[in-house]
């Protein structure tokens, strides 16, 4: 159960799909909205259920994807062998999820509390912006995803740790580790997207007994609803985007909403 209107869950889950897979931190997003605009805390339980919503649209969009990716698993502890570009892909999403896992759990508290300050997440948010776009123009986009070796997938997966603080953004933390290695922008982005399946599932697995616990009503069913759409739209819109322009716009964006939380955190002194 959550005090928010159904209006207000519609727009945080659109705001949760939007940001989950656009360069913009979707903790930053959910952290301040309720903040800045004087709305009840959503609570845990809400949190989970729109991460339930992101899977959803995760899983949809790369359907063929997730098959090719099941049957290339089975091989590998079929045959014990690693030699299809499916099957190094289903190694190095594993080696990328590795650190996040591991952090994610070390430091669950921290993130659910210290680290949600709002002057920390307008920092987080501006110095990422400007590595996103310093890694974009100075990197070039020459590496295709087939070339990926494990360390360079464990390099990506480290980044993903950071976004354990609100501002930083899992989606850019790895786009941007991964365009720093010269992975093009769309490598850099499906990569992105399909290492971000097991975090976002093993939390919402982990913390669906407290969302039914909690009850489901209105307000979760829109909020899940309203982030499967944004998430599949998201997903579609920033894969067709950069295949014609880069992250500039996204680095502009967060250094825009970075200082504009620094103006609201003075005026409420």
């Not at 899977?55 to 969009?61: C, D, E, F, H, M």
């Not at 508290?109 to 709002?118: G, I, K, L, N, S």
């Not at 998430?231 to 200082?259: D, H, K, N, P, T």
Request: a positive charge.
């Amino acid at each position: 159960m959550t005090d928010l209107t159904l209006w207000q869950a519609a727009v945080m889950g659109t705001l949760q799909g939007l940001a989950e897979f656009l360069p913009i931190s979707s903790s930053a997003h959910l952290s301040l909205t309720p903040w800045a605009f004087g709305w009840p805390a959503p609570g845990l339980a809400f949190d989970v259920a729109l991460h339930l919503g992101t899977l959803v649209a995760l899983i949809a969009y790369f359907w063929a994807e997730w098959i090719s990716l099941a049957r290339a698993a089975v091989n590998v502890m079929t045959t014990r062998r690693v030699e299809t570009v499916a099957e190094r892909r289903v190694l190095f999403i594993g080696v990328a999820t590795i650190p996040a896992a591991i952090f994610g759990l070390l430091l669950e508290d921290y993130a659910e509390t210290v680290f949600r300050a709002p002057a920390l997440t307008a920092t987080m948010l501006i110095v990422m912006g400007i590595l996103l776009w310093w890694a974009d123009r100075a990197s070039p986009a020459t590496r295709p995803l087939h070339e990926m070796t494990w360390k360079q997938a464990l390099l990506i997966g480290i980044a993903q740790v950071f976004a354990l603080i609100p501002g930083v953004s899992r989606s850019g933390s790895t786009m941007t580790a991964a365009r720093a290695l010269k992975f093009d922008r769309q490598s850099a982005a499906v990569f992105s997207f399909l290492m971000s399946m097991p975090v976002i599932a093993a939390a919402a697995v982990l913390k669906v007994p407290k969302l039914v616990s909690s009850g489901i009503d209105g307000t979760v069913v829109v909020g899940i609803a309203a982030a499967a759409i944004s998430s599949w739209l998201a997903i579609a819109v920033l894969l067709r985007f950069l295949q014609r322009y880069g992250f500039a716009v996204f680095a502009i964006y967060r250094f825009a909403l970075g200082l504009a939380i620094y103006a609201l955190v003075a005026a409420r002194g």
